[in-house]
């Protein structure tokens, strides 16, 4: 009997054991209010693959499953490819399986497009030597979405120590300025530990689901736009100021019904000038969130902008919660903006938000 006792015991624990190591990416778990546990909370969180079949997506899952392919762009001639779009183009279409993309250290003067029947590319660069892919193409020229260095329009996108920049010169107020480095339109793409370069519209986070980690944006109006549904973690937002007004975000939901917003955890707000607003209504349900994030006195007493359309203010969502620094004094804030509670702010600052966990990953090691 008690043989039979034990053997029942063993198999309880090794079914819990089971269920412990598939179950391992908890959607619901907010990110911390202590930034130090940022990398413990995200790692018990976001598992990896072997660990996370039973949630992830099954294409996701085919994707990952086994020994990726990794093909290396030197500017030098010594990897398969001298440019990034030589190795974009080697990529079939319809591509099943994940495809690494070992970009060496440089300057890559290039304007790469990853068309929508391409999931599965990750750009990797090394952390102490990053890449930087850069191109000076403006909406004058190509209009402001083509304008960006790199357009990608499939899914499964990953980006780890990339540097992304448009070269083009700051505005000085003339028409068709605008200057992209990144338009990210595929769903379920993540960056990590990349850097965004530009003036007015650096980053286009133009829609669906995007996770952004330990990343640098920089710019002057409107660097971080469009419809995308997104998390920033622990990100630097740094603006280019110099008197005028600036912009921050400028999110473009245009009704109750669209799941889209951009919410900042922990990100630092640095840069110059004084003039800074942390988003602005650029449609009528424009919804961005700021939560624990230090905010430098580049950001001014309102903080917030409704574009000068007062029916903005009634349907808008600003929200703030529990910010810190000069900039983060609510007193001058509009009556629109919303000084979040525990419970308003926990469905921004989970992976849930995103859906994190059918398809986020660690960042590649490679």
Known sequence: MA????????????????????????????????????????????GPLAQRKATLDPALVAAEDGTPKVVKVKPDGSGDF??????????PIANAKRVIVYIAGGNYNEKVKIDRGKPFITFYGEPGNMPNLTYGGTAKQYGTLDSATLIVES??????????????????????????????????????????????????????????????????????????KSLYLRSELSVLGDG???????????????????????????????????????????????????????????GWSDTMSADYGDTVFFGEYKNSGPGADVKGRP??????????????????????SKWLLPPPKV
């Open 3 to 46: 043989s039979k006792t034990k053997i029942c015991i063993i198999q309880v624990v090794f079914i819990a054991f089971l269920i412990a190591d598939v179950v391992r990416c908890d959607d619901n778990v907010p990110v911390p209010a202590d930034k130090a546990q940022i990398d413990k909370w995200f790692s018990e969180n976001v």
């Open 335 to 356: 009556e629109y903006v919303k000084q979040l509670s525990d419970a308003d702010v926990k469905p921004f600052i989970t992976l849930a938000s995103i859906e994190g």
């Open 155 to 228: 899914d499964y996108f990953v980006a780890t120590n990339i540097i992304f920049s448009n070269s083009a010169p700051k505005p000085d107020g003339k028409q068709g300025q605008q200057a992209v480095a990144l338009r990210i339109t595929g769903d379920k793409a993540a960056f990590y530990n990349c850097k965004f370069f530009g003036f007015q519209d650096t980053v286009c986070d133009d829609r669906n689901k995007h996770f952004f980690k330990d990343c640098l944006i920089q710019g002057t109006v409107d660097f971080v736009f469009g419809s995308g």
């Open 82 to 91: 001298k440019t990034i779009t030589e190795a974009i183009n080697s990529i």
């Open 244 to 302: 005028q007004m600036s912009f921050i975000a400028a999110q473009a939901r245009k009704n109750n019904v669209d799941d889209e917003g951009f919410t900042f955890v922990h990100c630092d707000i640095t840069g110059t000038g004084n003039g800074t607003y942390l988003a602005r209504a650029w449609m009528s349900h424009s919804r961005v969130i700021y939560a624990y994030c230090s905010m430098s006195d580049v950001v001014n007493d309102a």
